[in-house]
């Protein structure tokens, strides 16, 4: 029985079809820490999270929730579990206490105990107000809330949120955040997938970084951001001037050769010590006459890390929400991920 | 926050299996209640089939036996509101799919037959509002049990049995389907050609000989007849026994077959 750690998984492969959604991953998660999944749509993260949570069955390899297998002791994993899913899986015509009364009746809690569990949720997050309503009369944000709730209802050890702040509004988005924290300093281990780099540079203890169902890269999110290189310089031309000049202007400035992005007339250039180069800047930028309309010294975040782990852009967060072109008929196509692109 | 799992008891135990049953079942009664759609197909639908029928084919239909056609058609009504009616359980199965409620509920230590005996459990406690619904509407309009009330209870009893077959099979549909929309389509059109080619509006021996062939063997023929000898009087004892051999043949496939499918499907 493994004690110290709380998810582990050994070379679980699943494949639907033509589509290999998940090709011998491995991670351990040890307790109380928050596993930060990232990656694009597609790579595998919410086939992860169903085999962890006892929904889908590998083809290949393992998995443990402490120390229990998830295939073979599927009953005994699911008394430690929460998992909120993507979808805010909330009884639209139930109000939100009996949502969570149904939760905590069927989690096996008596009947006072599940009404009490459910009104602590409530006020947990904040919908106390709103708790004799049925959830159909809800904001997503709310839905959203009530569906992190109903995973909390049986005080779950590993808790699997999958994409848990999609359709926040920023303010839920740092409520929830803050619970979360609150979660992992009781000892709660945490397993979130996201696209959001913040969420998971925010929350995170551990990343990793899921590209086609494979791991490309485990670590902090200090260290994954060593691998995406130092500090980077963006400088933006003013209208009607050339950012090419620019560009030749800084030419050895940096440790590498300044990029130009044309369409929005930006330069970026890498650098080691960003600060200690803004004197010479100043100096070019005096001696040639230059512009600049702004300037940033910029860390790199976690978008860089996937760009150049992957060689390719992430979603970005404000695409999210809607990440595949909307097809025709307004239907979902499945993906690897059994979801929506 | 303790991170401790509550104590409860194995998902398998009986009583663990009957509580979770009736969490669900008590679930599904909310939402009968609140559900537009649900609330038409329990309440509007029944009431206006048993009119509608009555006083559109009872000028013209005067099957043998019978000396007012809604003394032959109501039992027939009976099977085909039942029916229409489980099409919302598969749509309502294949909603919980696509919402993730499946997903939820099967992360759950809980009964893993709770999700779907629990729907088929509210769907009987709705068919018998819609059977006393139909009756007392019937009856307002000449309807009456001509064989007895043990007899007359009997047919309701062999309805309910209807009902929790179609529930079933609607279940398996909505699972199969996964498309809300699609499920309810099916489990519509599943029945009409059924119920038009059964004794459901007129005798099947006013059929042609080759459409005879299949109305005797039609399974919503045999019910419709069993339950009309229980309302009407006469020799029961075959059709009653051809009818629950049908509906105990369909529950055999169909809640192994649901259950099962259920165990291993998640959200698309």
Request: charged letters at 15%; proline letters at 6%; a positive charge.
């Amino acid at each position: 029985m493994d004690t110290e750690r709380a998810i582990v998984a050994e070379g679980l492969s699943k494949r639907f079809g033509p589509v290999q959604a998940l090709a011998g991953v491995d991670l351990a998660v040890p307790r109380g820490a928050v596993l930060g999944l990232l990656g694009p749509n597609g790579a595998g993260k919410t086939t992860l999270v169903r085999i962890l949570a006892t929904l889908l069955p590998p083809d290949a390899g393992r998995a443990q929730i402490c120390g229990l297998d998830v295939v073979c002791q599927a009953g005994a994993v699911r008394r430690l579990i929460g998992l909120s899913g993507q979808y805010a899986a909330v009884d639209a015509f139930l109000t939100g206490r009996e949502n969570l009364k149904m939760i905590g009746r069927l989690s096996g809690l008596g009947r006072a105990a599940a009404r009490r569990r459910a009104d602590e949720l409530l006020e947990l997050v904040d919908l106390t107000e709103a708790a004799g309503r049925i959830a159909r009369t809800y904001s997503s944000g709310m839905r959203r809330r009530l569906d992190f709730a109903a995973s909390l209802v049986a005080r779950p050890a590993v808790l699997f949120l999958d994409e848990p702040t999609t359709g926040l509004d920023p303010r839920g988005r740092l409520g929830l955040w803050r619970l979360l924290g609150e979660l992992a300093a009781q000892g709660v281990s945490l397993l979130l997938t996201t696209q959001y780099m913040e969420e998971a540079d925010q929350l995170a203890d551990q990343l990793v970084v899921l590209d086609q169902g494979r791991v490309i890269a485990t670590g902090t999110a200090t260290t994954l951001k060593a691998r995406a290189g130092g500090d980077r310089l963006e400088l933006h031309t003013p209208p009607g001037q050339d950012p090419a000049l620019l560009a030749a202007a800084l030419a050895g400035l940096g440790s590498g050769a300044p990029v130009i992005d044309a369409d929005v007339g930006r330069v970026v250039l890498p650098v080691r010590d960003g600060p200690a180069i803004l004197p010479e800047l100043a100096a070019r930028l005096a001696a040639t006459g230059l512009r600049v309309a702004d300037l940033a010294l910029r860390r790199p975040t976690l978008d860089d890390v996937f760009l150049a782990l992957t060689g390719q852009q992430p979603t970005s967060p404000g695409h999210a929400d809607q990440p595949g072109p909307p097809r025709r008929d307004g239907s979902r196509t499945p993906t690897a991920e059994g979801r929506a692109p | 926050m303790t991170t401790t799992a509550p104590p409860a008891a194995q998902p398998g135990a009986p009583t663990r299996a009957l509580a979770d049953l009736v969490t669900v079942t008590g679930r599904n009664l909310h939402r009968l209640v609140r559900v537009p759609t649900l609330i038409v197909f329990a309440t509007v639908q029944p009431v206006m089939f048993v009119l509608l029928f009555t006083y559109t084919y009872g000028g013209a239909i005067h099957p043998p036996g019978v000396t007012r056609y809604i003394d032959y058609i109501l039992p027939g009504i009976f099977v085909l509101a039942i029916a229409f009616g489980a099409s919302q359980t598969g749509v309502a199965i294949a909603d919980d799919l696509a919402t993730g409620m499946i997903d939820r509920f099967r992360a759950l230590p809980m009964a893993r037959s709770a999700v779907l005996a629990g729907r088929a459990l509210a769907d009987a406690v709705r068919n018998l509002f819609v059977l006393a619904l139909m009756t007392g509407v019937g009856a307002a309009i000449g309807f009456r049990f001509h064989a007895g009330a043990a007899a007359a209870l009997a047919a309701i009893g062999l309805a309910m049995a209807v009902g929790l077959a179609c529930s079933w099979l609607n279940a398996l549909v909505g699972l199969l389907v996964r498309d809300a929309e699609s499920a309810g389509l099916a489990g519509l059109l599943g029945v009409v050609p059924l119920i038009f080619t059964s004794s459901t509006f007129v005798p099947v021996a006013t059929m042609p000989g080759w459409l005879q062939a299949f109305a005797k063997i039609n399974p919503v023929t045999v019910t419709v007849d069993a339950l009309r000898a229980l309302c009407l009087g006469g020799p029961t004892a075959t059709h009653v026994w051809q009818a629950l051999a049908w509906i105990a043949g369909l529950l055999a496939v169909s809640v192994p077959a649901a259950v099962a499918r259920y165990r291993h499907t998640t959200a698309t």
